[in-house]
């Protein structure tokens, strides 16, 4: 009975692991290579697959979802003879499975290769300064010689990108001198400019400024002209309508020459003529005032009493005495 049973537990065994091998699930996005004793038969795709146990072998798992690969630096030298190093990464997607297995040993390694000598290709015909400024030419022209050279075998590559381009170490220290300098230069032509443009509109300013003054300077003189014009013309016209005398002409001299002599930078001052003739008329009147009779004083006497007025400038018999001209004899008064 054991070595039945022992037949039994083996033959239980046997056919769990041909189960295990004739049920193959594939995940999706994924494929997988079947070959039957070592020759390509077909390609598993994602779900449930059925295979011969022990006949039919799972040859190789691919996946079939965008794979990204970063490259380590290569140094490349550029048409200007300088060494750069350049990383790359390449994003590329497996179309053809069966391509992918059996036209490359490695594809990984295959686009390693191709990368670095399409890019050498490309950077040595380039000098630094277009290199570094030519990103997606570079790109696009890596990405072009990629895809056609894999495309047999079974590969799209999608997208290329320079992650890193590291010139010398001294040329870096020349173009970050080179570039503090323009910035400096532009830094410069801009404070030039704000200061020019600065002065131009203080000076757009001043002139506004002295033109409106001139223009309020004007207009206030011709109103202060025109107020003075208004009040002399009234000044004329009330004389006019008072019909003034030459008495009252000459009381009017008298009260301006104390206004003419004010001042302390008052060292000279002149009498028109004409004021002689307007005292002359002022001293007859004054005269003939003091010439009239006076009342009978407290000594009983009723004889008049007859005499100049002083100030006035009559002569013991009343008459006013003319004063001089100012050709004759001008009366000068100092402070």
Not at 68 to 74: H, R, S, T
């Amino acid at each position: 009975m054991q070595p039945i049973i022992i037949v039994l537990i083996i033959l239980v065994v046997l056919v769990f692991i041909a189960l295990i091998k004739t049920v193959q699930v594939i995940p999706q996005a994924s494929a997988a290579i079947v070959e039957r004793f070592g020759r390509y038969t077909r390609t598993l795709n994602a779900g449930l697959n059925i295979v011969v146990p022990f006949i039919d072998t799972i040859r190789n798992r691919i996946d079939l979802r965008e794979q990204v690969v970063p490259f380590p630096p290569q140094p490349v030298i550029t048409q200007d003879n300088l060494v750069v190093n350049i990383d790359t990464v390449i994003y590329y997607q497996v179309t053809d499975a069966r391509a992918a297995t059996y036209e490359v040993a490695s594809y990984i390694q295959a686009i390693e290769q191709l990368t670095v000598t399409t890019l050498r290709n490309i950077i040595g015909g380039m000098d630094l300064e277009r290199t570094l400024t030519s990103r997606e030419e570079i790109n696009a022209a890596l990405r072009g010689v990629l895809d056609e050279a894999t495309g047999k075998w079974g590969i799209r590559v999608n997208r290329v990108e320079l992650k890193a381009i590291e010139p010398p170490t001294s040329i870096q220290d020349s173009m970050e001198k080179q570039m503090r300098a323009d910035r400096d230069k532009r830094a410069a032509i801009l404070t030039a400019e704000g200061i020019k443009q600065s002065q131009i509109l203080t000076a757009e300013g001043e002139k506004q400024s002295a033109v409106l003054r001139a223009e309020g300077e004007a207009k206030a003189a011709a109103l202060r002209a025109e107020g003075e014009a208004q009040a002399i013309s009234t000044v004329f016209q009330s004389i006019h309508d008072g019909d003034p005398d030459q008495k009252l002409l000459a009381y009017q001299y008298l009260q301006m020459l104390p206004k003419i002599a004010e001042g302390d930078a008052n060292k000279l001052w002149i009498i028109p003529s004409e004021l002689n003739e307007a005292l002359k008329g002022l001293g007859g009147a004054l005269g003939n005032i003091g010439s009239q009779p006076k009342p009978p004083n407290g000594n009983g006497g009723g004889r008049p009493v007859t005499g100049p007025v002083p100030g006035s400038g009559s002569g013991p018999s009343g008459d006013a005495k003319p004063l001089p001209s100012r050709r004759e004899n001008p009366l000068f008064g100092e402070d």
